[in-house]
């Protein structure tokens, strides 16, 4: 786990892959900064990347309207099978089967459904393209779904289709904004399994 930024009030980090993002990361936090962590999203636990944990009530609280506001903006590089569009936003009704521990796309809404919306820009199309996506809502296993249901299932997410030979999704939390004291705060972090894309464009 590698610190990107702390103070008194909260703390960026680097989440690794493997580590419970909501019960496992926190507790390690806790132990290293001697105080309460508080969480206030969360990342798969076979997904890493950039998260923001609270190190009081107040500012959970202050992180939880920025996320609920839409004023958080969440940004994820992956790579998928297959050519997505270019440019697109999309919208489906996901339905989580808890016993399974998977996720479905319907097509009406029920008890235990919720919207769920992202953006999308492919960066770099091909066999195996890589992407950059916008999330606007935080369902469990969004991205994984959204894409696997239109035919461009996450590369090495066995659990959605994938029959690549890795074994976790290529899926990272890319970028985290979000307001704090009166300024915009920016964190970002490449992932290493994409360096070789990343670096064939000129930006992103």
Known sequence: MEIVYKDQNLIVCIKPVGIDS???????L????????????????NVGGIMVYARNRKTAAMLSRCIQEGRMVKEYLAIVH???????VWEDLLWKD????????????????RKAKLELKTLQPGEKSLVHIRLYTGRSHQIRVQFASR????????????????TAPQLYSYRLTFPYQEKMMTFESKPEWADEMIERETNI
């Not at 808890?98 to 459904?113: L, T």
């Not at 035919?151 to 890795?166: A, E, I, N, T």
């Open 98 to 113: 808890s016993r399974k521990n998977k996720v479905y796309v319907v097509k009406r809404e029920r008890k235990g459904v």
């Open 151 to 166: 035919g461009f299932p996450l590369v090495g997410d066995h659990k959605y289709g994938s029959r690549d030979k890795r």
């Open 30 to 45: 806790s132990e290293l900064l001697k105080g309460q962590i508080y969480d206030v999203h969360r990342l798969d636990i």
């Open 22 to 28: 909501q019960h496992e990361l926190p507790v390690q």
């Open 82 to 88: 297959g050519q997505p569009p270019e440019q697109a």
